[in-house]
């Protein structure tokens, strides 16, 4: 069946380590990519994305991640936390030939001191 | 800032009653914005694209005359829980899509969560 899979619910890191969120995604073609943060109180907000040419793509506040074709991957990275990187981070996609965001389950980030 | 509002941030109704929820898009006329629905520690579903002037598009599984979905101008769209029902209580999350070729950037308002007793 074709979806988004982050298999990480929860992760709690050490702030000032560095962070690796998993994303999988089991479409036919490359959909479009996206990693999107949700805080408390405020709407979901867009990290970075992906729609082709360089694999590793830049975000805001210091993320980044990397897709990888043949691992069907689309990781969140960033290499030092802040405690104020603690929220919901959600992978989603865009299915080629389809105008709507599908959203994995999500992985809530906890940063301890 | 916030490009995305919602109205009320939160509600708590009694069974059976209806309730309207605001979206409003401050900085853009968007022709289409989504409405999500989002149970506890679960992912967002796309419940229906709302299109400014026309029927909304419901995903499939989803009552079209349960959630009344009104687009009448181009940065409000509303959604309406009619005769609601505790396992209707929910966080109900709506965005605005920018781009002609739905480049996918969507901008989230911050959500408003039902509560129905």
């Known amino acids: 069946a074709q979806s988004v899979t982050q298999p990480d619910i929860h992760i709690t890191v050490s702030e000032g380590a560095s962070l690796e969120l998993r994303c999988n995604y089991s479409?036919?073609?490359?959909?479009?990519l996206f990693w999107y943060v949700q805080s408390p109180g405020q709407g979901l907000q867009l990290l970075l994305k992906?729609?082709?040419?360089?694999?590793l793509v830049q975000g805001i506040k210091g993320f980044e991640a990397e897709f990888k074709r043949s691992q069907s991957s689309f990781n969140l990275r960033k290499p030092s936390v802040h405690w104020s990187d603690a929220a919901e981070y959600f992978c989603?996609?865009?299915?080629?030939?389809?105008?709507?965001?599908?959203f994995g389950t999500g992985t809530r980030l906890l940063v301890s001191p | 800032g916030a490009v995305v509002s919602q109205h009320p941030s939160w509600v708590i109704c009694k069974s059976g009653t209806s309730v309207k929820i605001e979206c409003r898009s401050l900085?853009?006329?968007?022709?289409?914005m989504f409405w999500y629905r989002q149970f506890p520690k679960q992912s967002l579903m796309l419940m229906a694209t709302?299109?400014?002037?026309?029927?909304?598009?419901?995903e499939q599984g989803v009552e079209k005359d349960k959630f009344l979905i009104n687009h009448a101008s181009l940065t409000l769209s509303t959604l309406t829980v009619t005769s609601a029902h505790p396992e209707d209580s929910s966080f109900y999350i709506c965005?605005?899509?920018?781009?002609?070729?739905?480049?996918?950037?969507?901008?989230f308002g911050p959500g408003t969560r039902l509560l129905v007793l």
């Open positions: 989603a996609v865009v299915p080629t030939g389809f105008q709507k965001l599908v």
């Open positions: 479409y036919g073609a490359t959909p479009y």
């Open positions: 992906y729609f082709s040419g360089d694999t």
């Open positions: 900085d853009f006329q968007a022709t289409t």
């Open positions: 709302s299109n400014e002037g026309s029927k909304a598009t419901y």
């Open positions: 965005s605005e899509a920018r781009g002609a070729d739905f480049s996918g950037t969507q901008y």
